[in-house]
């Protein structure tokens, strides 16, 4: 009896986990102090990949996957669910003029084992998954490792224990990192060069009040908050920032 109900919470874990990931890759319309984060990632992100042939993307939102069509020849995009890939091929297969080939795939989130031979891509994204602590991030980071081309570059996000998101709750299921879990993550591979993009956000208790405004009274705080984010990155104060966009290059 016992084993059967492990075996029920296992798959209620997985059927919490995929709500988790369809939510991430359809990313519905926000507020714009919610969106600041989303495109900072995106761009901080494009901007430590820069053009690569063929590039594989782990899970990010959509639009970081269609924004590799100007960076790419040959975009693979791999997620942790049957159903999150089927929405990705079906909204990227809807959008015009496409410069790069895309194919899609998904893997098992417990088991995340990339199908790709060694040496194979060019670059790698994952902006959102490493937030998850259901996905072994470490498994993960060494099969990138794997299949990227000596030389490749692999970009990623992180939140840090600062996020304004972080709170009880939130801590069953999403992982906040501290720097000496993000060094630890980086040091498992023996990666060339570490670089950091870094994005500021405000406390917990002020993230609230300002995602409260009305939308037009948020602008002038996020144009605030892009500022102190060029500073931190200037100085690479990472124990001041609330996400770590990172580019590891094997």
Request: glycine share 2%.
């Amino acid at each position: 009896m016992s084993i059967l109900l492990q075996k029920l919470w296992r798959d209620q874990d997985l059927r919490d986990y995929e709500e988790i990931i369809l939510r991430w890759t359809k990313q519905p319309p926000t507020i714009p102090i919610v969106q600041y984060l989303r495109d900072e990632e995106k761009r901080r992100a494009l901007e430590l990949i820069e053009d690569s042939r063929i590039v594989l993307d782990i899970g990010s939102e959509i639009k970081v996957t269609l924004t590799l069509n100007i960076l790419a020849s040959k975009v693979i995009r791999v997620d942790f669910s049957k159903k999150a890939s089927e929405i990705a091929k079906d909204t990227i297969q809807k959008k015009q003029a496409h410069n790069a080939v895309f194919e899609f795939y998904h893997i098992d989130v417990r088991n995340p084992k990339l199908p790709y031979p060694s040496t194979y891509f060019d670059a790698a994204i994952s902006i959102g998954p490493y937030d998850w602590k259901f996905l072994d991030v470490h498994k993960l980071t060494s099969e990138i490792y794997r299949v990227l081309k000596p030389g490749g570059k692999f970009v990623f996000s992180v939140p840090t224990k600062l996020s304004p998101y972080k709170r009880k709750e939130s801590e069953r299921i999403f992982r906040y990192y501290s720097l000496d879990e993000l060094f630890d993550l980086i040091s498992i591979e023996n990666w060339k060069d570490v670089r950091f993009s870094l994005i500021y956000q405000p406390p917990r208790k002020a993230y609230i009040f300002l995602s409260l405004l009305p939308q037009l009274f948020q602008k002038p705080f996020i144009d605030l908050f892009k500022y102190l984010s060029r500073r931190l990155t200037e100085s690479q104060n990472l124990s001041k920032a609330s996400y770590i966009v990172t580019c590891l290059q094997k």
